[in-house]
């Protein structure tokens, strides 16, 4: 990408932003929201994501059993191979206050997964994520390994999506996932973290296809049960 269209796309999104605020203020004024606009931003964010279009449908057995044959030769390579041969992965969790995982919470839902979507029938799991919860539960058998990821697979997942990609989200526990599904965030999702504080009571999110973004909402941020 040359520098004069990565300056064309940053206009774009500068101008998809404007134009996204500006449905928000209008969203305030319409729910009686006439106080000072410049706090807008800080108590109600803009999102800018898309929206994954999958269907809930019930997870296919052929999905179920390649997933679990993967999980199966993770864990064969982890007893076989050392940490060093582990491929490199985005390692570091997004670091994120109690406002900042409601503020995920709130966009993400919205967006209903749609990064969570290329999980596919693998959920980004990679040896280092088998090494982990090996390390952590050492007792277990091959067996017993395959099986704990396997009570978390749903009944009926988003597809196309992630064999864990559920209803509500993701249901496999945070500390058993890849660590780039808990690393990782979207651009539009940043851009709403960048200004989000004690102040933020939700976010307006709007979905973005290509040039044009469509729908736009009001979401409170959700009250969550944090550890």
């Known amino acids: 990408m040359t520098t004069g269209s990565i300056r064309e796309a940053r206009r774009r999104l500068e101008a998809l932003q404007a134009q996204v605020q500006q449905q928000r203020d209008a969203a305030l004024r319409a729910v009686g929201e006439i106080g000072d606009t410049s706090l807008h931003d800080v108590q109600w964010p803009v999102a800018i994501v898309p929206r994954h279009q ?13 997933f679990l044959a993967r999980v199966r030769a993770l864990v064969a390579t982890v ?20 406002t900042a995982t409601r503020v995920v919470a709130a966009t993400c839902s919205a967006c209903r997964g749609a990064c969570c979507g290329n999980g596919g029938d693998h959920a980004f799991l990679r040896t280092r994520t088998l090494r982990e919860f090996m390390a952590a539960h050492p007792t277990l058998d091959d067996d017993a390994i395959v099986d704990a990821y396997a009570s978390w697979l749903p009944e009926r ?3 196309p999506g992630c064999v864990y990609q559920a209803a509500q989200g993701c249901t496999l526990p945070r500390a058993m996932r890849s660590s780039i599904c808990n690393a990782y965030l979207c651009g539009g999702l940043r851009r709403a973290l960048l200004v989000a504080n004690h102040d933020t009571r939700g976010v307006f999110v709007a979905h973005r ?3 044009h973004v469509r729908g736009g909402r009001l979401r409170e941020l959700p009250v969550l049960q944090l550890d």
């Open 79 to 98: 007893r076989r191979t050392s940490p060093a041969d582990d491929e490199r992965t985005l390692d570091t969790p997004a670091e994120l206050d109690a």
């Open 157 to 159: 997942t988003l597809q």
């Open 209 to 211: 296809d290509g040039d």
């Open 54 to 66: 999958a269907r809930l449908r019930p997870l296919a057995l052929r999905r179920k059993r390649a």
